[in-house]
């Protein structure tokens, strides 16, 4: 069984080594005003249904562009280093092989592919296996996920939630309710509105809070104990919060609008450095947060950042002049580093850090298909004329072993398929279905 302690490489990395336990920190709490509501951009995707494919800007055909999104998806969840595997006649989940477990950040992306390209026996399968064997049925934690567990034991390898799954698990039963309805056997929107009136529910008993942090009005890393006290900052994905105030309908309309604005407000800060880069974990000012795996750096959950900016860039227009900038900056960062070369592990002034974090059991640096993926959704929202060699450099990249022999589909593969769907304009916020009949 993988050792909980060493599990690395992705949403909650080694986090939740210590998910179930509460961690004693001394570090200050800092405040964080929401920004004055925006008014939305007249061009952006969520009211104009117009998502932009810069695929096609790119001079690559639709059909090659269709070919290319088919053949990611079916390596990642049908080809010979797939890491989507079926249970029975009606589950399935997705594990992070080279870790050897199935944890919520998997099983919630694996989610919003399949409601994204309209495969419901996928999403069907992977939903029914989370609820089964990852959602709280009572207790504290009720309706939360164990972020972690051994598909292969089925034993727990922590118990407490890491925010970002249910972040991803509402807006993906949200999105599937609109686009599947809710009467083919499961209610989609009944999963999550559970997911969200337990949220609201909790009320420090037990040491479990809110997925949100209701005083900053920020999302938590984790909603139990100190560790919801602080954030990460790929856990900040405005456009997810205006889709919860848009369709989940559960009198919280105004604070996911709030906290939308707050994630944009604190995005400013956490990304400030001339680099664009940004620490993995910070406080709610974006000030750096040590851990107890690791110093302070941009690693592999920052890498999520540009992509979670751009699909607010795209969807919602609210913060396009800072967008704008954001992504000059860190596009330019990179080609400093050479377009083709760049590595995935920076102190935020652009610095090899002197601490490496592990890949699973790999230490070392390397120009990551994760990071070349996310780095090219970037450029949905630079303004630059040479923001398309970043496009290419996706096009061009192959989701497969390193020269090492280092492979891994989970994380760099899901990051590569989600980004070719943001450029092809095939991720979208998805609208109720009009009514047959």
């Known amino acids: ?45 969520f009211y104009t249904n117009k998502y932009p494919n810069l695929l096609r800007e790119a001079g690559y055909s639709q059909a090659a562009i269709d070919k290319k999104v088919a053949q990611a998806y079916h390596d990642v969840f049908e080809g010979p280093n797939k890491v989507y595997f079926t249970v029975g006649d ?5 594990s992070d092989v080279k870790n050897e477990d199935a944890r919520t950040e998997g099983m919630s992306y694996g989610m919003m592919v399949a409601v994204q390209l309209d495969k419901k026996e996928v999403f069907d399968r992977l939903w029914r296996w989370s609820k089964k064997y990852l959602q709280h049925q009572s207790g504290p934690l009720a309706g939360y996920f164990a972020w972690s567990i051994n598909p292969a034991t089925l034993k727990r390898n922590a118990e407490g939630p890491a925010s970002d799954g249910e972040l991803y698990f509402v807006t993906s039963l949200l999105f599937a309710a609109n686009r599947w309805g809710n009467n083919t056997g499961i209610n989609y929107y009944q999963e999550a509105r559970r997911i969200l009136d337990a949220s609201w529910k909790k009320d420090g008993t037990g040491d479990v809070y809110n997925l949100f942090n209701t005083e900053h009005k920020q999302i938590s890393f984790v909603p139990v104990g100190d560790m919801y006290r602080w954030t ?3 856990y900040h ?48 000012s974006g000030k750096p947060r040590a851990t107890r795996w690791a110093p302070p750096a941009f690693r592999y959950d920052s890498w999520r950042v540009p992509m ?26 990179l080609r400093s580093k050479g377009l083709n070369t760049f590595e995935d592990q920076f102190n935020v002034d652009g610095s090899r850090p002197d601490f490496i974090l592990p890949a699973g059991k790999v230490k070392k640096l390397r120009h990551s298909l994760g990071l070349v993926a996310t780095s090219a959704s970037a450029s949905l929202m630079s303004p630059d004329a040479n923001r398309l060699d970043f496009v290419h450099a996706l096009w061009n990249a192959k989701l497969a072993p390193y020269e090492d022999g280092y492979f891994d589909p989970y994380y760099d593969g899901l990051l590569y398929l989600f980004s070719l769907l943001h450029l092809s304009g095939k991720y979208q916020a998805i609208k109720p279905q009009p009514s047959k009949g």
């Open 308 to 333: 979670n900016i751009a699909m607010d860039y795209v969807w919602f227009g609210k913060d396009r002049a800072w967008q704008q900038q954001y992504a000059r900056r860190f596009q330019g960062f």
């Open 1 to 45: 069984m993988t050792n909980p302690f060493t599990l690395v490489r992705s949403t909650t990395c080694t986090l939740l080594a210590v998910a179930g336990l509460l961690a004693v920190s001394t570090a200050p709490s800092f405040g964080q005003r929401p920004a004055a509501p925006k008014k939305p951009s007249s061009t952006a995707a």
């Open 90 to 94: 009606s589950m399935a989940y997705v």
């Open 232 to 234: 990460d900052p790929s």
């Open 237 to 284: 994905v405005p456009a997810f919060l205006e889709v919860w105030a848009e369709y989940a309908r559960d009198g919280h309309e105004q604070f996911y609008r709030d906290c939308a604005d707050t994630a944009r407000v604190f995005l400013h800060r956490a990304c400030a450095a001339p680099t664009g880069l940004n620490y993995d974990y910070t406080e709610f």
